[in-house]
């Protein structure tokens, strides 16, 4: 979720729901070390609970990165041992990583003796053709004796040659079962999945069998679909949300941060296009808000005229 996830998108996707775990993109242990600290780890207070992604090998690294996130505020740390891509390889860390538990075993231990927050592992189910169980169910024991007690496990493999990320999403298939038998091994830890979820019934269903669900980019597109979480799966109310309402209090966002830090409008607007998936005038209400030619017009304008009747001739 590399350059989706941002606190403008998590800040709008904490109005929908007040429960979900939010994560960050996945920041690299060498950004926190070597770069702007603050560029990084910033987040709105808003968007508890947040936990902290990382992206690393190195055990003194890691567990310096997992204390400045622990410093900045965040509720949970979390190693990323799951994403294929080749940028990712070459820095040796990501879904590489499980080839070597011992390693990843000893990055958790030093990121849990360094936080009190929670430290938990993101990971796959295997490496390129290797499908044995064993193999995910070895990680999940060696990494767990370390101190990590929640496992996220994307319920596909990872080919780390010939295979796009994109593809890696869809190509190598879904084994959810493969989950569910590390929660029977493994009763005593957490175990989330991840992978292929589009909708609140299969979510249910899964929840029969593992502890959690963790959905990416079905949440991202379709976001009003996280106004239903609270009610379906935490117990609240059914929400009094609306569209418009959720839409008025992200211009209020977009002023804010115009006036505090000088962020345009359409930085955060984009994350925000999908709030009217499926609705008469969806199409246009994206286009005017995904419009660059406005930039320089007042959010609360842009909203308004995002809501006028389209004029004859336009789309």
Excluded at 109 to 129: N, Y
Excluded at 252 to 257: G, P, T
Aim: charged share 20%; aromatic share 8%.
């Amino acid at each position: 979720m590399l350059d989706w996830t941002d606190r403008h998108c998590r800040y709008f996707h904490r109005l929908l729901t007040r429960h979900a775990l939010l994560y960050t993109e996945m920041v690299t242990m060498g950004a926190l070390v070597h770069g702007d600290v603050g560029r990084h780890l910033q987040f709105n207070a808003e968007e508890h609970p947040v936990a902290l992604q990382l992206g690393g090998s190195d055990p003194a690294d890691l567990a310096h990165s997992a204390r400045l996130g622990a410093q900045w505020g965040y509720d949970e740390i979390n190693l990323n041992c799951g994403c294929p891509s080749e940028r990712v390889q070459r820095g040796a860390f990501g879904a590489c990583l499980m080839a070597e538990p011992q390693l990843v075993a000893d990055c958790v231990k030093a990121m849990v003796d360094a936080v009190d927050v929670p430290v938990t592992v993101k990971h796959r189910i295997g490496i390129d053709k290797v499908e044995s169980y064993d193999f995910v169910r070895d990680f999940v024991g060696t990494v767990s004796e370390a101190g990590c007690r929640v496992f996220i496990v994307h319920a596909r493999n990872a080919w780390l040659k010939g295979l796009s990320p994109k593809e890696n999403r869809e190509v190598p298939p879904l084994r959810y079962e493969l989950a569910h038998r590390l929660k029977t091994d493994f009763p005593q830890l957490t175990i989330a999945v991840n992978g292929g979820i589009t909708t609140s019934a299969q979510i249910a269903e899964q929840l029969q069998r593992v502890d959690g669900a963790m959905l990416g980019r079905e949440a991202y597109h379709n976001p009003w679909w996280l106004s239903g979480w609270d009610a379906q799966f935490y117990g609240d109310a059914p929400s009094t949300l609306s569209r418009e309402s959720v839409e008025q209090q992200m211009v209020d966002y977009m002023v804010r941060q115009a006036s505090e830090h000088g962020t345009p409008w359409s930085n955060i607007a984009r994350h925000m296009l999908g709030l009217r998936h499926g609705l008469p005038g969806a199409r246009r209400w994206r286009q005017v808000w995904s419009d660059h030619r406005l930039k320089a017009m007042h959010p609360q304008a842009v909203m308004e005229l995002a809501h006028r009747p389209a004029a004859a001739g336009e789309g």
